[in-house]
């Protein structure tokens, strides 16, 4: 069987995956539409592949990756000091809605969660900041060119910013850890350096439903028929064919009977021939099964329930809105926050920031738990009308305000 062109996205990230034995060319394998065998094929554990196999090639991924990152970008965020209060020095404010000239603050968000999907890690650097002033903007790293130098006492010894032949490093305080660098990471339970994405978790889902596209694309390609053998059955005369007429019937089956313009086309049979069929049709390999069932994996790593990005009859909620409220409880907040507080730590020291929060009043997707937290609230009345305000960010009422 020839080598496929996109090997797959598991087998590339790991390297797993040998090829087939080869097999001598006979004539008569050379009749097989479809031969099988071999071992599977997954992706290599590269950004690269990734991004390629997984968020270009996969619409689930990739419409999981901008569902979650889309939505995470549009979540702002709240500073307090160390008081608790916010603080009304603009200059945070704006250098996150404007961090760099290319790109303005949804831009800029969007496209730091999507490296933290696919590549488990996220840097930014900080420019034009010293220990007396701000930085004046900050820059996303593409996360493969960064390197990360492994120091002593857990903390990175530098990074290496490798764009074609020139490489900067990026130097960290041995002491404090401080530098112009912040490097965002996701869990991973077997590397010190380095996040694991949502991605490689989904990889060999992301191969399943690639080959299940590709099958189907090339079925379609031969008539939307079964890959089969003719089988020469000598009646009289030589017990196999010669090598003219072996060709003759090569080039009239590829010329008269595969691709889509031939769809439905006889297949007349002479001289001993007979067909076999050879391969399952697609009812009995429930093919369309087994490519929901990936989808709703590929969903599952990224935290999205599988409605969202159009896996069919999978109403793991009861309606949308409910679905959209798990997305952001379980996946879009907790991202943010992670996101949110990696920036407090970055920059709280140059603007006086203690914490940065995401604002969770401000997401229309989450209004149910906010009526819900309410109401309960309200019918608290063995709580002084103080207490019942707290629990929602406000302070103690004015004289005659109402609860």
Do not use: C
């Not at 009239?252 to 007349?268: S, W």
Request: aromatic share 8%; net charge neutral; no cysteine.
């Amino acid at each position: 069987m020839p080598e496929p062109a996109h090997p797959g996205l598991w087998a590339r990230l790991t390297g797993h995956g040998a090829k087939p034995r080869p097999q001598p060319p006979t004539k008569a394998r050379a009749l097989l539409g479809w031969g099988g065998g071999g071992a599977a094929r997954w992706t290599a554990r590269r950004y690269e592949t990734l991004a390629d196999e997984g968020y270009v090639r996969n619409v689930i991924a990739h419409r999981a990756i901008a569902l979650v990152a889309r939505a995470v970008a549009a979540v702002p965020w709240v500073a307090y000091d160390a008081a608790g209060r916010e603080p009304a020095e603009p200059a945070l404010a704006r250098l996150l809605e404007a961090p760099n000239p290319r790109d303005d603050g949804f831009v800029f968000r969007e496209t730091l969660a999507s490296h933290l999907l696919i590549a488990g890690n996220a840097y930014i650097e900080a420019v034009g900041a010293d220990p007396r002033r701000p930085p004046r903007e900050l820059h996303l790293l593409r996360p493969d060119r960064v390197r990360v130098v492994p120091g002593a006492g857990g903390l990175p010894a530098g990074y290496d910013y490798r764009d074609g032949n020139d490489t900067r490093v990026l130097g960290v305080d041995p002491l404090t850890g401080r530098s112009a660098l912040l490097h965002l990471r996701l869990f991973h339970p077997l590397d010190d350096w380095h996040g694991l994405p949502p991605l490689e978790a989904a990889a060999q889902a992301i191969d399943q439903h690639n080959a299940a596209g590709a099958w189907n694309k090339a079925l379609l390609d031969h008539a939307a028929r079964p890959s089969g053998a003719l089988v020469y059955q000598a009646k009289d005369g030589p017990a196999s064919l010669g090598d003219d007429q072996f060709d003759r019937l090569k080039a009239e089956i590829a010329e008269q009977f595969e691709g889509t313009r031939n769809a439905g086309r006889p297949l007349l049979l002479d001289g001993g021939l007979d067909w076999k069929p050879l391969s399952l049709s697609p009812a009995e390999m429930d093919w369309l099964a087994g490519r929901n069932a990936a989808a709703r994996e590929i969903a599952l790593a990224f935290g999205v329930p599988p409605q969202l990005v159009g896996v069919p009859d999978a109403q793991t909620y009861a309606n949308y809105a409910e679905a959209r409220l798990a997305l952001y409880e379980d996946t879009v907040v907790p991202l943010a926050r992670l996101i949110a507080r990696g920036f407090a730590r970055f920059l709280g020291p140059a603007f006086g920031i203690a914490r940065l929060d995401p604002d969770l009043d401000e997401i229309p997707a989450l209004e149910p738990r906010r009526a819900e937290r309410w109401r309960k609230i309200r019918g608290m009345t063995e709580l002084t009308r103080d207490e019942r305000r707290a629990p929602l960010g406000y302070g103690p009422a004015a004289p005659g305000e109402t609860p």
